[in-house]
């Protein structure tokens, strides 16, 4: 009597499937991983949009602490820094007011990409005239996947330093 050797179809079907659970945990892991990844820079790429906003205010209240503060209130004044910021900007130039339009604000820092980001500045000081401390919270915020992440930082300049 001769015996057929080989899998059954019960095995194959066992097999296949325990291949196909472990692929398909494997797929959502890399994707997972990707998601994370994505996220992360963006959270760099905002952090440094932040930072850029923190240097240039530096030199703003370095150079004329008079005017700087001027552009500060005790509410806080919110200003929209989507647009690059060069050494030629200078804060009295601005335009008060939230980032709106498009994606609720979000359009993007400059021409760089990519255009998810919203930068704005609230500029808040201590007393309504002659004041010696002006608060600056940056945000940079987007949104991805529908979850709105931001990255705030703030710094208090001072007329003593």
Request: hydrophobic share 40%; aromatic share 10%; glycine share 6%.
């Amino acid at each position: 009597m001769k015996k057929n050797q080989g899998f059954t179809i019960i095995e194959l079907i066992i097999f296949i499937t325990l291949l196909s659970t472990i692929l398909v945990v494997a797929a959502s892991y890399v994707t997972r991983l990707l998601y994370n990844m994505t996220t992360n820079e963006h959270r760099v790429k905002a952090r440094f949009y932040a930072e850029e906003v923190v240097e240039w205010l530096n030199g703003e209240r370095q150079s004329d602490w008079q005017a700087f503060q001027n552009e500060a209130s005790v509410a806080g004044t919110v200003y929209c820094l989507n647009g690059t910021i060069s050494l030629d900007t200078l804060l009295q130039d601005l335009t008060p007011g939230a980032c709106s339009g498009t994606n609720n604000g979000y359009v993007g820092v400059g021409n760089r990409a990519p255009k998810i980001f919203k930068r704005e500045l609230t500029l808040t000081k201590n007393t309504a005239s002659n004041a010696t401390q002006v608060t600056a919270r940056i945000t940079v915020s987007w949104v991805d996947r529908d979850i709105e992440y931001s990255v705030p930082i703030e710094t208090i300049y001072s007329i003593y330093e």
